[in-house]
């Protein structure tokens, strides 16, 4: 069951990412901020509809516990979203999204975790991709920054990359090896620290006299919709094989490039490709095995 989860979140999450890069310009200042609004809403608002339907209290002790996990979450998100606003979609999305690997390495190390053949040889695979998806388009990256006229653009995916990196990590102490809390109250509590942070972020714009209309933002609700039903598959599928979800739900980035080559026009080449192909091939590898 975690394996369907997982590869929901997988592409749910890279459908979201492509909306992300549609809805966030560079010529708006406060971009990054409208959509972190957003998508608070939106988790905000499945939060009280799960609990309702769920019958589940909001628990502000767990909302308290699990904090250091949603704070990683939200400000990696943040400077991802921002971080888009430089550069293109193909050369972030493998940068900062390789994460789940060096997450999966990190749990394997420190729990002893022991992994089959078919799954070392899945994420080799997967890994092996995601380096070469990096590595072509970073011998773009001159190009992108003149273009952007950001020197620091390629900082944001990075800094994503340890943050998120980070959060990942956590969740999986936290869902799976500790299980410290239940999968329900890790994911109201993620979703109502996003609200908070959407509510405080809302006020901040209106102090600074910043318009904000949801019917403009069509683009961001689109991808807050996605980001928060790809929340809801992600915990139940962190929850029972973390070293495993990790990887493939990071690989999202594989998805979104290929959507940003289709709907976005951005050049992928015969390199890049086959990364994508790699990755796919991966993902299958883990997800035939284990069904087996």
Not at 163 to 173: E, N, Y
Not at 191 to 210: D, R, W
């Amino acid at each position: 069951m975690w394996m369907m989860y997982a590869i929901m979140t997988f592409f749910l999450w890279g459908i979201a990412d492509l909306f992300y890069k549609k809805g966030n310009k560079e010529e708006d200042k406060y971009s990054h901020i409208k959509t972190g609004i957003m998508v608070g809403l939106v988790m905000g608002i499945h939060a009280i509809f799960y609990m309702i339907i769920n019958n589940i209290n909001l628990d502000i002790i767990s909302l308290l516990k699990y904090l250091p996990v949603s704070l990683c979450y939200i400000i990696s998100m943040i400077i991802g979203y921002k971080g888009l606003k430089y550069i293109d979609l193909s050369i972030s999305s493998p940068i900062q999204n390789s994460s789940g690997l060096i997450t999966s390495l990190l749990l394997c190390i420190i729990f002893k975790t022991k992994l089959s053949l078919y799954e070392i040889i899945g994420l080799i695979v997967m890994a092996i991709g995601i380096w070469i998806l990096s590595y072509t388009e970073n011998k773009e990256n001159k190009k992108v920054i003149i273009k952007s006229l950001k020197l620091t653009a390629i900082i944001f995916p990075i800094l994503y990359l340890i943050i998120d990196g980070a959060g990942t990590f956590l969740d999986a102490i936290y869902l799976d090896y500790e299980e410290i809390l239940s999968e329900d109250m890790a994911l109201i509590s993620y979703e109502f620290t996003f609200l908070i942070f959407g509510i405080i972020s809302f006020i901040y714009l209106k102090l600074k006299k910043v318009k904000i209309s949801i019917h403009k933002e069509k683009d961001k609700l689109f991808a807050s919709i996605f980001e928060t039903a790809g929340q809801f598959t992600y915990v139940f599928a962190i929850s029972s094989h973390s070293v495993i979800t990790a990887p493939i739900v990071a690989c999202y980035s594989a998805l979104s490039c290929l959507l940003g080559s289709v709907f976005l026009k951005e050049r992928l080449t015969r390199w890049q490709y086959a990364a994508l192909l790699l990755i796919f091939s991966g993902i299958i590898i883990l997800a035939v095995f284990e069904e087996m």
